[in-house]
């Protein structure tokens, strides 16, 4: 009787490790993982452009939805005094979504302008170095 132990070995490459470590650091507790200023960065661009984002489609949204409720009270219902006071409501939200954007987006510009700029030139500095 020939007993044999077989064993094969394989080591992930350098490609499969880096894949690894990102999938291990999305699991790791935000005060357990080290962010290195590039990704620090990149949340804080994230951080000021998503809610002004978010909140002109939202604004764009509803005033399409209750705009689109004056158009069908108007054309389905043949209720044209209210479908034209529901339309001018929803038009209202509608027309404010690209403002409320801008407002929101310059107020955060200039809420993380310093942090931002402080990263960037360090993160430009070392470059050079």
Do not use: C, H
Not at 39 to 67: E, H, S
Not at 115 to 129: F, H, P
Request: aromatic share 10%; net charge positive; no cysteine.
């Amino acid at each position: 009787m020939d007993k044999k132990f077989d064993y094969n070995y394989t080591a992930p490459t350098q490609a499969e490790r880096k894949e690894i470590e990102a999938l291990r650091n999305k699991y790791l507790l935000q005060e357990k993982r080290e962010i290195d200023s590039l990704t620090k960065l990149r949340l804080l661009d994230k951080k000021v452009q998503n809610f002004p984002t978010a909140l002109g489609i939202l604004f764009g949204i509803i005033g399409t939805l209750i705009f689109g409720l004056g158009l069908t009270m108007i054309l389905q219902w043949a209720l044209l005094l209210w479908g034209v006071v529901v339309a001018l409501v929803g038009f209202i939200p509608l027309a404010l979504a690209y403002p409320i954007y801008k407002k929101t987006l310059n107020k955060r510009k200039r809420q993380y302008s310093e942090e931002i700029l402080a990263l960037s030139n360090d993160l430009l500095q070392n470059e050079a170095r």
